[in-house]
């Protein structure tokens, strides 16, 4: 059974930076897909970022350019470095695999239906 371990979350001003950090634990597979979601009071949970196993990476379109999200394959951890924080990137960000390395590249990507695994969320707090 995947375990994952979601940290850095915190509270911040309008502008600044955060990283989160997101590790999988008894996990083994050559293949994956590994994203970020986040879900705001009374909002569906929407995907932010996601990284393959080979380094294809895809970001949501309200995150682009201030998000980066980076792959540790020797640990097992995914990250995502946030900048630029806005108000509305409050939320509370998931962590999540699936072991189809496929689903990285088709339509269900930022779906979080698509996904088998998930952490426990880690709070984001921006404040204007």
């Known amino acids: 059974q995947v375990q994952l371990q979601e940290s850095g979350g915190g509270s911040v001003q309008s502008g600044g930076s955060l990283r989160l950090s997101c590790a999988a634990l008894?996990?083994?597979?050559?293949?994956?897909?590994m994203a970020w979601f986040r879900q705001a009071p009374g909002e569906e949970r929407e995907g932010v970022a996601l990284?393959?196993?080979?380094?294809?990476?895809d970001y949501a379109e309200a995150v682009k350019g201030r998000f980066t999200i980076s792959l540790d394959n020797a640990e097992n951890t995914v990250y995502l470095q946030m900048d630029s924080l806005k108000p509305e990137d409050t939320a509370l960000y998931y962590c999540?695999?699936?072991?189809?390395?496929?689903?990285?590249?088709?339509?269900?990507?930022?779906?979080?239906?698509?996904?088998?695994?998930w952490g426990r969320g880690t709070q984001v707090t921006v404040s204007s």
């Open positions: 999540a695999v699936d072991l189809s390395q496929k689903l990285c590249q088709g339509p269900r990507r930022f779906r979080p239906q698509s996904y088998d695994f």
């Open positions: 008894r996990f083994g597979p050559s293949a994956y897909c």
């Open positions: 990284h393959d196993r080979f380094g294809q990476t």
